[in-house]
């Protein structure tokens, strides 16, 4: 039976939004300011109230994710913050910009408003974010497409590739539709190449680049 896609999408644009989340929709609407409209429909997503059971959804992974920034991002009198304890907060300035794109996911899962059967737009994902936190963060993405939700990543990423790469290869996510998808300017318009595995995708702007790049690496030796 097929996934009916009827959730509300939602679009993750590459710069992140949590420390310019407070007045934010009440910026647009009132001023001309130069954010586009994703960050707006995000914004609009975002202020809900807090459930009060969280989602269900993959709470060893989640929980992982919380570990490592110190806590949760939640609404708290219109401002996300960081909830470290229950009377210890961080204000969202003071956490590092990966720091913040790990503390949105875990809020857009916490909340439901990422759920099975919905679609999410992430927009480079590997922007900001320490390498090492890149395979558990990536980890959560292919973990909810395996539970029903359309995941659409755009990157220029070579580790994210591999990394999505090697977690199809787990047993847990066997059988998981993948679809590469390149695109790069051609003589008569955009030239798009896909597949179903990396290498059949042609061009990989950032293997070509790491490939040149060892190249020249090796030259220096």
């Not at 997503?45 to 939640?74: F, H, T, Y």
């Not at 320490?130 to 963060?137: A, D, E, I, Q, V």
């Amino acid at each position: 039976m097929g996934i009916d896609f009827a959730q509300e999408p939602v679009f993750v644009p590459s710069k992140e939004i949590v420390s310019l989340f407070e007045g934010l929709i009440g910026l647009f609407e009132k001023y001309q300011i130069q954010l586009d409209e994703t960050y707006r429909d995000l914004a609009v997503a975002i202020s809900v109230p807090e459930r009060r059971i969280p989602s269900g959804l993959l709470p060893e992974l989640l929980a992982k994710l919380s570990g490592a920034i110190g806590g949760e991002l939640i609404l708290k009198k219109g401002k996300l913050i960081l909830r470290q304890s229950e009377d210890a907060y961080l204000e969202p300035h003071l956490l590092a910009a990966g720091f913040r794109k790990l503390g949105l996911l875990l809020y857009l899962v916490r909340n439901q408003i990422i759920e099975p059967g919905g679609t999410l737009f992430w927009d480079e994902p590997e922007a900001n974010l320490n390498p090492g936190l890149m395979r558990p963060f990536i980890e959560v993405f292919v973990a909810l497409a395996a539970m029903g939700v359309q995941v659409i990543l755009a990157t220029h990423s070579l580790f994210v590739l591999r990394e999505i790469e090697i977690l199809m290869g787990d047993q847990r996510f066997k059988g998981l539709p993948t679809r590469f998808i390149a695109l790069a300017p051609g003589d008569q318009g955009v030239q798009v190449s896909s597949g179903e595995r990396p290498e059949d995708v042609d061009p990989i702007a950032a293997l070509d680049a790491d490939l040149e790049q060892s190249d020249r690496y090796m030259q220096t030796e």
